[in-house]
């Protein structure tokens, strides 16, 4: 044969890795198609099972790996990724609801999935209300036939507040209502939202626990401030098979570099999470004692609200976030100085990354229900990889503002 021309010789190459080829970081699956070895191979029928694969949307070796590996680090069976953390709370929420149906939101649920059921869902004729997730027996009395489905954040966003998980979940069983946890906060390392209760393992038995454990993993599981991704993990395949249906639906793809960086964070996860949670703990335990602060909102200080949830529930762990509420006597405009006077925190969204953030919060208009906070200007740090000395010298330095303002 003569020789081909240059384009064709690239893209029709014959050298493969050698079978066997073997190293510890997993390879970066590229593809839309996926190459079938004959019409025979491309006619049959092929499982959603991470092991058949069809086209790149559904999934390549490098997104199935990270999809097994989140399964197993949330005690779940089964694992689906979306585009970002919002994009998995529709997934549920889209997936699960039909018109008539209602869901019950926590009134400090993440901000996004407020809106997603204020906004968005009512279009669908998909009802939904607020429930205070520290009161289990008010959560009861809003059940009715129409509720589908009930979100549970824990801690929940900005304010913190810890569920009464166990009681709400109790509730929910008892009804036979899904649930579904956003897991963030906790991230699969804090608790095992399958297995809240001793007695139940992993496996396909149902544990005393959530039906679905969703994760930003745009927060923890990256860590590097740079990825945006979500997660779905479920134990039940009837409810996963349910999901992936609008899973597939929606369409949602993903960029394998980005799986790639996700991969490669999952070994430090729990180091990361641990550390932050350390720096964290002790800047808020300090930041309480100064008098500038009405109330310091992180679940493992004593006082703070839903600290007995959390004791029943999360004790191993409490993530990277506090806020402090400022005395009511400062204002938000010294609150916002105090934020720029800040010389190592960020001022910006997201968190769980390397380097420390802080944002200012005027919580009065946000909340359905009153929530056990004291009022005033709220700002809500999210501590990252820096040394504890350095980030407590930076904020004595910034409270100095409101001596001065
Ligand atoms: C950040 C976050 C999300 C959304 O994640 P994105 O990747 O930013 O869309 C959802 N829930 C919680 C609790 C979050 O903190």
Same mark, same amino acid.
């Given at each position: ?10 893209? #029709? ?12 970081? @997993? ?14 191979? &491309? ?14 949307? $559904?999934?390549?070796? %490098? ?26 709370? %529709? ?46 027996? *008010? ?31 109790? @509730?929910?069983?008892? $009804?036979? @209502?899904?649930?579904?946890? +956003?897991?963030?906060? *906790?991230?699969?390392?804090?608790? /095992? ?9 992993? *496996?396909?038995?149902? *544990? ?12 923890? =599981? ?7 991704? !979500? =997660? ?12 992936? #249906? ?6 949602? !793809? ?16 729990? &180091? ?6 350390? %720096?964290?703990?002790?800047?808020? %335990?300090?930041? /309480? ?10 679940? =493992? ?6 600290? /007995?949830?959390? &004791?029943?529930?999360?004790?191993? !762990? ?17 609150? +916002?100085?105090?934020? +720029? ?23 009065? $208009?946000?909340?359905? &229900? ?5 009022? !005033? ?12 000395? +350095?980030? /407590? ?13």
């Amino acid at each position: 044969m003569s020789k081909r021309a240059i384009s064709t010789e690239q893209i #029709h190459h014959a050298y493969r890795a050698p079978e066997g080829w073997d190293a510890f970081p @997993v390879g970066v699956f590229k593809a839309s198609t996926v190459l079938f070895k004959n019409t025979a191979d &491309l006619h049959k029928l092929r499982p959603r099972d991470g092991l058949s694969y069809r086209y790149g949307l $559904h999934g390549t070796p %490098t997104s199935y790996t990270l999809a097994a590996r989140l399964a197993t680090l949330e005690g779940a069976n089964h694992c689906l990724l979306t585009p970002s953390g919002l994009s998995a709370v %529709t997934l549920v929420s889209l997936g699960l609801l039909r018109p008539g149906d209602e869901v019950l939101v926590p009134d400090n649920v993440y901000g996004q999935n407020r809106y997603l059921s204020e906004s968005f869902l009512p279009q669908f004729g998909i009802t939904h209300r607020f429930y205070n997730p520290l009161d289990a027996a *008010g959560l009861a009395a809003l059940l009715t036939p129409k509720t589908k489905l009930v979100w549970l954040e824990a801690a929940g966003s900005i304010t913190l507040e810890f569920p009464d998980l166990l009681g709400l979940l109790r @509730v929910c069983k008892a $009804h036979g @209502v899904i649930t579904a946890l +956003d897991n963030t906060w *906790g991230s699969g390392v804090a608790f /095992q939202p399958f297995d809240l209760l001793p007695g139940s393992g992993p *496996g396909s038995e149902p *544990g005393f626990g959530v039906d679905i454990s969703m994760q930003a993993l745009t927060k923890y =599981a990256s860590g590097g401030a740079d990825i945006l991704m !979500g =997660a779905v993990c479920t134990r039940d395949l009837a409810l996963h098979e349910r999901l992936n #249906h609008t899973h597939e639906h929606l369409g949602y !793809g993903l960029g394998q570099n980005d799986v790639e960086l996700v991969l490669r964070g999952l070994p430090t996860l729990e &180091l990361r999470y641990r550390a932050q949670d350390a %720096t964290t703990r002790a800047l808020a %335990t300090w930041l /309480q004692t100064r008098p500038e602060v009405a109330q310091l909102l992180h679940p =493992a200080l004593p006082g703070s609200p839903g600290h /007995q949830f959390w &004791l029943e529930s999360s004790s191993a !762990g409490a993530a990277c976030l506090f806020s402090a509420v400022f005395k009511p006597e400062y204002s938000a405009r010294q609150v +916002d100085a105090f934020v +720029d006077a800040l010389a190592l925190f960020g001022i910006g969204y997201s968190w769980a990354g390397p380097m420390s953030l802080a944002v200012p919060y005027d919580m009065s $208009h946000s909340r359905a &229900l009153g929530l056990p906070y004291a009022g !005033g200007v709220i700002v809500r740090f999210a501590i990252g990889l820096e040394a504890l000395a +350095d980030l /407590q010298a930076d904020l004595e330095q910034a409270l100095a503002v409101f001596a001065s303002s």
